[in-house]
Nanobody
């Protein structure tokens, strides 16, 4: 199973920025999509953004124009640049990967399609 580890979370005031990193194990063969998810207390895990092996990104409407997903395979790292943060962005953020092609062709960013997960990193945005 692919190993992933997130870092870069923390506390920031509304309007601030954070960059999250996800370091993954060397063997990434077979993975079709990589993604970032978040989960706040009392809420279901939500897909935020994903990128497929053709570098085609997807974003949920609430983060478009503010968040950017990118990947550096030479460094085995997935990134999430978050700008103009809002209190509603407060959640634990997880990176994930999948070899299921449905991640690219289905609508939405579905947690159930992703099989490899990190432990998460907390992001807290104060007003």
């Amino acid at each position: 199973q692919l190993q992933l580890m997130e870092s870069g979370g923390g506390s920031v005031q509304s309007g601030g920025s954070l960059t999250l990193s996800c370091l993954y194990s060397e063997n990434s063969y077979g993975n079709y999509c990589w993604g970032w998810f978040r989960q706040a207390p009392g809420k279901e895990r939500e897909g935020v953004t994903s990128i497929d092996r053709h570098e085609t990104p997807r974003y949920i409407d609430s983060v478009k124009g503010r968040f950017t997903i990118s990947q550096d395979n030479a460094k085995n790292t997935l990134y999430l640049q978050m700008n103009s943060l809002k209190p509603e962005d407060t959640a634990r953020y997880y990176c994930a990967a999948t070899g299921d092609i449905r991640c690219s062709i289905e609508s939405g960013i579905r947690p159930r399609v992703f099989g490899s997960w990190g432990q998460g990193t907390q992001v807290t945005v104060s007003s």
